[in-house]
């Protein structure tokens, strides 16, 4: 069964750093993407950073890019987000996600099977 653990959220100020882990268990994920959204109060979930698997590539949603970037630790089954310069509109809870590599877009939620319990980001100004 695929366990998936957020933790390192909080409360920072605008133009303040933050670092998200998510430690996954259950199977080997090598050949998986993993994942990170966020879902603001209000709005949809979103599609914030992804790494395609192991060796794989890295993609950022426009609105993150430049400011977080995503960290996969193969040998100890983590995925980071480093998010740094932040803003008021990144505020929400963060989610980490797996999926099958080869399985649809990395970009759509309902592509991924399993999501962690999330995490809170508050960013105030």
């Known amino acids: 069964q695929v366990q998936l653990v957020e933790s390192g959220g909080g409360l920072v100020q605008t133009g303040g750093s933050l670092r998200l882990s998510c430690a996954a268990s259950?199977?080997?994920?090598?050949?998986?993407?993993m994942a990170w959204f966020r879902q603001a109060p209000g709005k949809e979930r979103e599609f914030v950073a992804a790494?395609?698997?192991?060796?794989?590539?890295?993609y950022y949603a426009d609105s993150v890019k430049g400011r977080f970037t995503i960290f996969r630790d193969n040998a100890k089954n983590t995925v980071d987000l480093q998010m740094n310069s932040l803003k008021s509109e990144d505020t929400a809870v963060y989610y980490c996600a797996v999926k099958p590599y080869l399985r649809g877009s990395y970009r759509q939620g309902t592509m991924y099977d399993d999501w962690g319990q999330g995490t809170q980001v508050t960013v105030s100004s």
């Open positions: 790494n395609t698997r192991s060796g794989g590539s890295t």
């Open positions: 259950g199977r080997t994920f090598s050949t998986y993407t």
